[in-house]
Structure formats: C-alpha cells, structure tokens
C-alpha cells in the first residue's frame, strides 16, 4: 500500500491550502482515511478522520477550520484548510486505518508527509 500526498506549500496567516492523499495498492474497502500532523519538536497529532460512511472526528486546534472529505471510489482523502496561523506550520501525515468500536483509531499506513508552512 502506497500513500501519496501533495498540496502541501507555504501560505500566509488567514490563507488556505487543499491537500489530497491517494491510496493505491489497496485490495479492500477502507475503513477509516485522515491526517495527522507533526511540527518540529512536537509529537504527531490528530487533524481530521473521516470513516468509510462520512462520520468525522477533529483535533481540538483545527476544529472549525479544518474540513477532511474523502472520495472512496478513488481511495483518495482531502484536507481543506483555512484560517491558516503560523501554529499550524508542521508536516502532514495522511493515514489509513480502521476506527475501533471505543472510537480509538488503529492506523495500518502511513504516507510519507507533505510540509504546510505558514509565516507572515
């Protein structure tokens, strides 16, 4: 399995970048498609997660501004961002995997990360 990100760049405070993920290589429904980030110095967190029936989940710092969609038939997953602040400059990391019945989220891959940068 393959996870191939882009969209990543560098944008002004209050701007917006769309990020896409394909995954290939896979040879069943998947389950659960999203991302994570990291910034220097800082552990990975949650982004966005979208289930195979649409149901969302969000991290506390981009709730509001942050938008993940999916096309399933394409195994392909989006970030919308917006209202971009110099905090949200990290690397993304687009993930699938499946979400358990305890809303925890078991990723099976990860991609190889795309850089958002955000500075005045």
Not at 86 to 95: H, K, L, N
Request: proline fraction near 3%; charged fraction near 10%; include cysteine.
């Amino acid at each position: 399995v393959q996870l191939q990100a882009s969209g990543g760049g560098v944008v002004h405070p209050g701007g917006s970048l769309r990020l896409s993920c394909a995954a290939s290589g896979v040879g069943h429904r998947i389950n659960t498609m999203g991302w994570y980030r990291q910034a220097p110095g800082k552990q990975r967190e949650l982004v966005g997660l979208i289930t195979y029936g649409g149901r969302t989940t969000y991290g506390g710092a981009v709730q509001g501004r942050f938008f993940v969609s999916r096309d399933s038939a394409k195994n392909t997953v989006f970030l919308q961002t917006s209202s971009l602040t110099p905090e949200d400059t990290a690397v993304y990391y687009c993930t699938v995997g499946t979400s358990m019945s305890n809303g925890a989220y078991s990723p099976h891959y990860w991609g190889q990360g795309t850089q958002v940068t955000v500075y005045s």
